[in-house]
């Protein structure tokens, strides 16, 4: 990010707040940190409240007073987020790229909640019955908001304000934190800044006061605004006198005039006043006649200059029409918000004839939104300026024609009215609320522009009026107000200063202004920081300073017309793209796609059982399994993002910080299953539900509602951190990252993932997919893995692979011809089986009459060949029998029946074995009969497969070679099938313990510590392990066909289990360790079976000091992962040295820096006498001294005359350079990196 030394913000616990309070004079901006601890205690008071009156039954008073609260809460929790858009992240990010989007996209999240629980309250006033469910909800939507807003300020709080206290000194921290507290309303500010230092003691206020200072500008009437805010004993305000009760923040509507008519100060009746009203030759409200004609005369100006404008396109004057335009924009916007919130409520208070529609003539908002919408529009390159002239102009023409219209209705029937009904007092009191509906640094330009138009007698009666005592007005208020009018009347401020400042107000969150200015050579900077995908512009902080009070319309433009913003500054199209996923074009990073979708069915499955548990007890233990089931994928999924996908993102230069709040994220996610795993605990330590005393069933009872109301804020909070992933970061890995990089992602993160929790992993992930998305996500596995064996270990354990293993080899796109992957015997058999051969009696015997129909189990292409059997064994396996049963189901059956008949007549030794013998032999006969031929019709068939047509040259020659070898494999099997058959009769050797440690009994042989024997079905023999089988005989045993075991305890055969079946034996362990699929049982030592490599392997298991290289195929020390050198297949070879089988050999191996492989102790044999690489001869260590050993020994030796001066030409193994190099018998230097392993051309 911003630095490595970022200051760390001390705790704000109660102990500590005392000094938090001093370091806000240091540091300005931890204004809005302590704005969070005043959110945080407000909501933990709510939410007290809410719970009290879930135990008590509640009241209609206790859902006032709530609402109330949280609609206060709202409005400031709003302008706090708002700020933080708005002037806080524009200005961070215009510093430190890729921090602040998602924290804008959380504060959008929130809006919801707040939602939610408006609509609990609602319901709460309106209905008489289930109140007690009501309250529950309502206390669980203020948990989860709590919950939610606590860990997104404790989020900023970790990284937000630490880089803004880095990158922005004390003076800049001021004027942030002072352009928002002018650009917040008053009416909010006036109630704000007291609630906000509510929990502060008297010398920390003391504290606050010196941080104000600091932050206000030095005009003494501003400080004395604030402070009378924040004065104890202040006196009566325009709004004090109607505040309800502590935390029941004023809020305007219809309801709350009822208050104001019930004060004498404020309200005399109608009939007894009209005759002093008639008499009184100003009112107050009058002041609005004045304020409406200025408006009027400065739009039709705005209307004049648009008009000329279409003719000239003068840019300079275009940028002051739009900066005017804003302006008179975001004051009627204010205009309207008071008409409905104070006048329309009084006039339907007072005048209850007045019909319904009376209201929709008051000026509305959405005749403001379109305006304001072309104000802000994006203007593409295509559009040139004089069409968005043509519209602007249009556009004002309505808005202009509306305006006048509601204008004129407001003063003969509205203001008119109050005017003859209401009292001096209350005039002035709605006058003084209209203000306060402002913000400070708009009311102050407001009242310098409309200063400048009045005459000397409007000015002295707004100035009267202003100095009139009053119990309902602030006095520090209306003196600055006093000032600005006469410093506007005065003309201190002249018009083009004015609207110069305007311009500079204005323009932050203007395209035109930027994109403009920028032809025009006035402010190219700020057009280059111009993000065209984000909604952040660049900071305008140099612009601040020149304003004693600052104004950010972006804050009430978002506050007003957010819905209108959101189609301006929309998400950037990728992001929205990559939410929509098409089975024709799989990414390999739509793997997390499928991961959060069936992470979020989990999700909602694990809340619905939360809320049945306090009814149905017996749903609990399925809670706790799918709970930690749940939990145990998130971690897991996290620690892969945390460890590989999110680095792998920030290694991209231009997309450094992206990923920094979502590990924070992942660290306080953590803390929210650790709270319900407690509540768990505590659930299970009570006893059986229906053993119970009333006390522990009503204990039971608030726990799981305890337990519901956190999985809801857990639902939440993880559905929102996966919706802001694939929004933001998932869209910036297709843009950022090839194809092959996504795979290298997903490849690193599967190789750090054991056997164990991918068998848990794929079955959950897949039964939640549809069967286009289990397509594409197989269709990645098989990508990504390409080089492993991963499907075949799939294969050994998981079913539900099987439909699809067709499809999956089928998009390896193996480039070698399945023709050469099967056997020989299969292909000359079924070549000679066919009609045509038979007819002409190739290998037609008399007397024998086969169908063609009895031929092998495999399908033939139209050219005769086999398609690759995909069940065929490794290594090793190549003169096992390859007899086919075609007669699977049926041998099945008769097993079965021939089992039956076992059990009837009590004979343990039937002919169930013969049977299969006898399905066998039929088949091996079937095959034979093809198969055995004499040497002129295996001439004969040689030649007629030559002359075959249908048959390319390719499958010609692989045909006649199988035909040639066909002889030779038949009489191997036939010998080995008899050698086994003598086997099968013997008696089973070997049928003894065996020790690793015979003095302390321990059981096992010096390569396993183990307590059982395998029995090797190719020799009928019992060994401890596959390797001391290897070592005495001359073959190789296949793991996968051993199927029994000796106990060495019990010494019966049985088959192959992790312990022993025998009842005596009592579940005798045969290993700590087992494998099913390898064979294995170790008592000793560490070892994990690598799905990739399918092998066991001596370690703690991938993820844990070790991973596995997709490229390599290789199970590696995490060490290596950065500088191992990747070669496809590398392990899949033999020892250059000793020629074994690397990829199953038990013996260390070791990587040389070219890539290529060698036993490690062969390795050490053979550098004794060589330095090269024996496979492509680079060098393989560090040869510096001996080079220059040979440097020596050449300027010390003689070269021949006849020789000396002779060049030759030379080629280095080691940078494949050509060169040439002096004349000498053996060494020869290469001139480009001074290697002597060179070799001459």
Not at 39 to 55: G, M, P, S, T
Not at 763 to 782: D, F, K
Not at 1167 to 1175: A, D, E, L, Q, V
Request: net charge negative; hydrophobic share 35%; charged share 25%.
């Amino acid at each position: 990010m911003g630095g490595n030394d970022k200051p760390a913000l001390p705790s704000c616990s109660a102990s500590v707040v005392d000094d938090f309070v001093k370091l806000l004079v240091d540091s300005p901006i931890l204004f809005f940190v302590l704005s969070h601890k005043a959110v945080e205690i407000e909501l933990d008071q709510i939410r007290c409240v809410a719970v009290e009156a879930l135990d008590s039954g509640g009241g209609g008073e206790v859902v006032n007073q709530l609402c109330k609260r949280l609609h206060f809460l709202k409005i400031v929790y709003k302008y706090h987020c708002v700020a933080e858009d708005e002037v806080l992240f524009q200005a961070l990010d215009a510093q430190v790229k890729n921090v602040v989007f998602t924290y804008s996209l959380e504060h959008n999240s929130i809006d919801v909640l707040f939602s939610s629980i408006f609509d609990c309250l609602d319901r709460l006033q309106k209905e008489k019955e289930e109140v007690s469910v009501l309250f529950n909800e309502l206390t669980c939507s203020i948990g989860t908001i709590q919950t939610t807003i606590t860990q997104h300020m404790l989020k900023e709080e970790e990284q937000i304000f630490p880089l803004m206290m880095e990158k922005f000194s004390s003076e800049e921290q001021a004027r942030l934190v002072w352009k928002y507290l002018c650009s917040v309303p008053l009416m909010i500010l006036e109630d704000f800044m007291p609630w906000l230092t509510a929990s502060l003691s008297s010398h920390e206020k003391a504290y606050f006061l010196n941080f104000i200072h600091i932050v206000l500008p030095e005009e003494k009437l501003i400080q004395e605004v604030f402070i009378s805010w924040l004065d104890d004993n202040k006196e009566a305000t325009s709004r004090s006198c109607i505040k309800d009760e502590k935390g029941a923040k004023f809020h305007y509507g219809k309801g709350n005039m009822k208050y104001i008519f019930e004060m004498d100060v404020l309200m005399v009746q109608c009939k007894e006043m009209q005759h002093q009203k008639a008499s009184e030759e100003h009112n107050p409200i009058d002041g609005f006649h004045i304020w409406h004609a200025a408006i009027t005369r400065d739009l039709r100006v705005i209307m004049e200059e648009l008009y000329q404008l279409r003719s000239s396109l003068c840019v300079s004057t275009l940028l002051s029409v739009i900066t005017q335009l804003k302006f008179f924009a975001d004051v009627f916007t204010f205009y309207s918000n008071a008409l409905d919130q104070i006048y329309y409520p009084l006039v339907d208070q007072l005048n209850t004839d007045a019909p319904s529609t009376f209201h929709e003539q008051f000026i509305e908002r959405s005749q403001i939104e379109e305006l304001q919408r072309l104000l802000y529009y994006k203007l593409h390159e295509e559009i040139q300026i004089k069409v968005f002239v043509d519209m602007l102009c249009q556009e004002v023409e309505l808005f202009v024609g509306r305006m006048n219209k509601n204008l004129q209705f407001l003063e003969t029937e509205v203001f008119l009215f109050i005017r003859e009904t209401c009292s001096h007092e209350l005039q002035i009191w709605l006058l003084y609320m209209s203000l306060h509906m402002l913000p400070l640094g708009l009311l102050k330009c407001m009242i310098i522009w409309f200063s400048a138009h009045l005459s000397e007698d409007e000015s002295k009666m707004m100035l009267n009026n202003i100095k009139l005592e009053s119990a309902v007005v602030n006095k520090s208020f209306a003196t600055l107000l006093y000032e600005w009018v006469r410093m506007g009347y005065s003309g201190k401020i002249s018009v083009e200063k004015f609207r110069k400042d305007l311009e500079e107000m204005f323009s932050s969150r203007s395209y035109l202004f930027e994109k403009w200015s920028k032809n025009s050579g006035s402010s190219s900077s700020r057009s280059e920081m111009q993000s065209p995908d984000r909604p952040y512009h660049p900071s305008t902080l140099d612009n601040l300073g020149n304003h004693d009070t600052p104004y950010s319309n972006g804050i009430n433009h978002r506050i007003f017309f957010s819905d209108s913003l959101n189609d301006l500054f929309c998400l950037p199209e990728t992001a929205v793209d990559g939410m929509r996923l098409s089975s024709l074009d799989v990414k390999p990073i739509d793997f997390f796609h499928f991961f959060h979708k069936a992470l979020k069915k989990d999700l909602q499955y694990a809340l619905s059982l939360s809320v049945k548990l306090a009814e149905d007890v017996g749903l609990l233990a399925e809670f706790e399994r799918h709970f930690h089931h749940v939990r145990f994928l998130y971690q897991l999924h996290s620690k892969s993002e945390d460890e590989i996908a999110f680095p792998a993102l920030e290694s991209k230069g231009q997309l450094q910080n992206v990923s920094h709040s979502y590990g924070i994220d992942h660290k306080l996610e953590v803390e929210q299953f650790d709270r319900i795993s407690i509540i768990l605990n505590e659930i299970t330590s009570l006893q059986g539900y229906a053993d119970m005393i009333d006390s522990n069933k009503q204990k039971y009872k608030k726990l799981c509602l305890n337990l519901h109301d956190t999985c809801i804020s857990m639902h939440k909070t993880l559905t929102d951190h996966i919706y802001r992933e694939e929004v933001e970061l998932w869209p910036l890995f297709k843009e950022h990252f090839s194809v092959e990089e996504q795979e290298k992602i997903i490849g690193d993160m599967l190789g750090r993932t054991k056997a164990e929790n991918l068998q848990e992993m794929i079955p959950w992930l897949m039964a939640s997919l549809t069967p286009e998305e289990q397509h594409g996500i197989v269709s990645i596995w098989s990508k990504v893995t390409k080089n492993t064996k991963f499907f075949e270990w799939l294969g050994e354990w998981w079913e539900g692979i099987k439909r699809d293993e067709i499809s999956v080899n089928a998009e390896k796109g193996s480039k070698l011809s399945l023709a050469l992957a099967v056997d020989p015997l299969e292909v000359v058999s079924t070549y000679l089986s066919r009609d045509d051969f038979r007819s002409s009696s190739i290998c037609h015997e008399k007397g024998e009459n086969f169908s063609s129909t009895e031929s092998a189990d495999h399908d033939l292409d139209q050219a005769g060949f086999f398609a690759a059997d995909k069940s065929q064994n490794a290594k090793g396996n190549k003169n096992v029998n390859r007899a086919i049963d075609i007669t699977q189901h049926s041998t099945e059956v008769d097993k079965k029946r021939c089992n039956d008949t076992i059990d009837i007549a009590n004979q343990k030794e039937t002919t169930c074995h013969d049977i299969k013998l006898y399905e066998q032999s039929k088949q091996k006969d079937l095959k034979e009969h093809h198969l055995m031929l004499t040497q002129d019709k295996l001439v004969d068939a040689i030649r007629r497969v030559s002359g075959d047509s249908s048959l390319d040259s390719v499958k010609k020659s692989h045909l006649m070679q199988s035909l040639l070898m066909s002889q030779w494999i038949l009489t191997q099997e036939k010998s080995h099938s008899e050698v086994t058959t003598a086997k099968d009769k013997e008696k089973i050797t070997g049928q003894c313990p065996s020790f690793r440690d015979k003095t302390e009994s321990v059981f096992g042989c010096k390569h396993y510590k183990r307590n059982c024997k395998l029995l090797a079905p190719c020799c009928n023999e019992l060994f401890p392990c596959i390797r001391c089988h290897d070592e005495i005989t001359d073959h190789c045993l296949d793991r996968k066909s051993i199927v029994q075991m000796m106990c060495m305890k019990c010494l019966k055969i049985q088959p192959i289990c992790s312990s022993c079946l025998t009842l005596t034996c009592n579940n005798f362990s045969m290993a700590k360790y087992y494998c099913r699929i390898c064979a294995v049982f170790d008592d000793d030592r560490q070892i994990y079976h690598c799905p990739f490599c399918n092998l066991c392997r001596v370690g703690e298991g991938l993820g844990v000091k070790v991973f596995h290289c997709m490229t390599c195929n290789a199970c590696m020390l995490s060490k290596s992962l950065s500088i191992h050198t990747c070669r496809e297949n590398c392990l899949e070879d033999n020892c250059p040295i000793c020629h074994e089988d690397i990829f199953t050999s038990a013996t260390p191996v070791k990587q040389l820096p070219c890539g290529h492989l060698m036993h490690s102790t062969c390795f050490q044999d053979y550098t004794f006498t060589h330095y090269t690489c024996p496979i492509c001869s680079k060098t393989i260590g560090d040869v510096k001294v001996l080079f220059e050993v040979l440097d020596a020994f050449l300027s010390e030796e003689k070269i021949p005359e006849e020789y000396a001066g002779q060049i030759q030409v030379i080629l280095c193994n080691d940078c494949q350079k050509r060169g040439t190099a002096s004349f000498h018998w053996h060494y020869h230097k290469c001139p480009y990196c001074g290697s002597y392993n060179t070799r001459l051309i």
